[in-house]
């Protein structure tokens, strides 16, 4: 594939490996890092489970900085989103599973997703779920609590909602307000101060805003841009 059709709107640069496949998430000019990778996992799950459409403060500090010629994307950091109802949500890379999700260490900090409630944690990943009293996973739901959709065969959703016209178990909005919220991340790391974000205008507002609203949008580079619109 031609090189330069392969990079598209982003800024034009020489062609390296490492720029392509697997670790192209790593650079900012076309991913967001494991924030955008991983995280589009398991932040939609929180955001799920909070019931909003996105977090109104991010704040974030990078635990270690690029080497200087090498991939752009933080790779060890610290997030915290805080939503309208008062939750906060702390979002942490470890090093004890590897980037593709295998475990490096058995004793270390897996990756997944925990709910600390007054009654105890739950810990749910791609593979298994856990809690703090397994009672919390057996006890039947009283008659009134919210009930989720389930859906076990991602492929399979999607082909009968083709067929009923249906929305699917992850509809469109759900997954561009599950991927923006990773943005938002991101954007928090790289600016290095509090964001305020007004999550029905999609906008930031607040100390920092014009700066930050500038990201929401990047420069396209001719002629992968709108000047044929």
Partial sequence: MNWDFWQGQTPKVDYVPQRCHLTFRYWYDYSGGTMTDWGAHHNDIARWAVGLAGPVKIEGAPYTRPIPGGYTA???????????NGVRQTVKTTRDDSIYGGVVNENGQRNGLK???????????????????????????PAGATRLYASNDHMGNFFDCVRSRKPPAADVETGHRSASMCHLGVMALRLGRKLEWDPAREKFTGEGAKEANKMLAREMRKPFDYHFV
Avoid: C, H, Q
């Avoid at 933080?74 to 309208?84: G, L, N, P, R």
């Avoid at 709910?115 to 739901?141: H, K, M, Q, Y």
């Fill in 74 to 84: 933080f790779s060890d950091y610290e997030v915290i989103f805080t939503y309208a």
């Fill in 115 to 141: 709910f600390e409630g007054t009654n105890g944690w739950i810990w749910v990943n791609r593979e298994e779920i856990e809690a703090s009293d397994p009672a919390l996973l057996s006890t039947p739901l």
